[in-house]
């Protein structure tokens, strides 16, 4: 009976379910970027993308979690001032967490705060350099700021991470549109 009730706890332990964090040292990124490169259409990239980016918002412990929740939500009911403040407290827990500087990037971007939303793609792309969704706001920065060849070099990069991105390939068609239109 004691043998019995042993295996049905550990049965129990193994069926619960564990919360488990990630970030951009997940291991799971590296098949995934890989699958991302090679998908056969925008519609199988946006697969792959989408769990690249549940596996960014992932925060590495449960602080964190409800934090980007947090922060995410004062985002989504236009309160950039609370979601950079909470962004900004996300950073100094974890310096090392890159979706938290993105977060921020973003925020920073919405509130026209260009210089400081460049600094922290900066950041977030020291940090993972595969990053697209910073690569692709670096880009939206730089078409603000009327700097469209950077710009350009930005969705171009986007592009050699995720091929079949079609928002990417959008702007950069544009611009290279509004750039052969201009004597540059």
């Known amino acids: 009976m004691a043998k019995l009730r042993s295996l049905l706890i550990v049965f129990v332990l193994v ?5 488990s964090f990630a970030d951009q040292t997940d291991p799971r990124l590296p098949d995934l970027f890989d699958e991302l490169k ?14 690249i980016w549940e596996i960014w918002h992932t ?3 449960e602080k964190l979690q409800l934090l980007m929740r947090e922060g995410m939500d004062a985002m989504n009911h236009s309160d950039l001032a609370q979601a950079r403040s909470i962004f900004d407290e996300m950073i100094e827990l974890a310096p090392d967490y890159a979706e938290g500087w993105n977060k921020r990037a973003t925020v920073n971007y919405l509130m026209q705060d260009l210089p400081a939303s460049l600094a922290d793609i900066a950041e977030t792309l020291r940090r993972e350099p595969r990053h697209f969704g910073a690569i692709a706001g670096r880009g939206l920065v730089h078409i603000q700021s009327d700097q469209l060849a950077e710009a350009a070099e930005a969705f171009e990069d986007v592009l050699v991470i995720s091929p079949q991105n079609p928002g990417s390939q959008a702007n950069l068609d544009a611009i290279r549109e509004a750039l052969g239109q201009r004597d540059i």
Do not use: C, M, T
């Open 59 to 61: 925060a590495p412990n």
């Open 15 to 19: 069926l619960l379910p564990v919360k």
């Open 38 to 51: 090679s998908a056969a259409d925008a519609g199988e990239a946006a697969v792959v993308e989408q769990q």
